[in-house]
């Protein structure tokens, strides 16, 4: 995979983490599924890298 797929994903994750209002999704298995949900809901990503 490519150095720009990889920071690709990584930018994605990153915004994933800063999107967590910790107010509303306060335990670590709530805040997973809002990130897991935001990557799968991501169109830049493609479907193997969503996996």
Do not use: C, G, P, W
Not at 3 to 19: G, P
Not at 25 to 31: C, R, T
Request: net charge positive; no cysteine.
């Amino acid at each position: 995979m490519s150095n720009i797929r990889r920071e690709l994903m990584r930018a994605v994750l990153n915004r994933s983490f800063t999107s967590i209002d910790y107010n509303i999704y306060v335990n670590f298995h709530e805040q997973y599924e809002f990130r897991k949900q935001f990557v799968l809901a991501d169109n830049s990503l493609t479907k193997e890298e969503k996996t």
